[in-house]
């Protein structure tokens, strides 16, 4: 079993940054693929980044280049560095882990955190 807290959301404005934290229960924490999924008002949850296999990462498209996702191991913890956000990047980010290694679907991901709010102001 394992416990996702994420922290880190807030109010930011368009071209800002933000740097949000996925801290992470039990003891077997590196062997998981960690990914962070968002949801906006009206819209359907979304995948944004994963890692996996040590420090493979992925991202959607309209990330590519601003965000960066990394893990350490040691702390539990993942992260996501959000940068030059726009409006558009506004939603629930949610934290996810599961043991079936690159997945970029949802329903792949066996626990979840419950969500931090980020808001781009234009």
């Known amino acids: 079993q394992v416990q996702l807290v994420e922290s880190g959301g807030g109010l930011v404005q368009a071209g800002g940054s933000l740097r949000l934290a996925c801290l992470a229960s039990?003891?077997?924490?590196?062997?998981?693929?960690m990914a962070w999924f968002r949801q906006a008002p009206g819209k359907e949850r979304e995948f944004v980044a994963t890692?996996?296999?040590?420090?493979?990462?992925y991202y959607t498209d309209s990330v590519k280049g601003r965000f960066t996702i990394s893990r350490d191991n040691a702390k539990n913890t993942v992260y996501l560095q959000m940068n030059s956000l726009k409006p558009e990047d506004t939603a629930v980010y949610y934290c996810?882990?599961?043991?079936?290694?690159?997945?970029?679907?949802?329903?792949?991901?066996?626990?979840w955190g419950q969500g931090t709010q980020v808001t781009v102001s234009s």
């Open positions: 996810a882990a599961t043991t079936s290694g690159f997945m970029v679907v949802s329903t792949r991901y066996d626990y």
């Open positions: 039990g003891r077997t924490f590196s062997s998981y693929a």
């Open positions: 890692i996996w296999s040590g420090s493979r990462t």
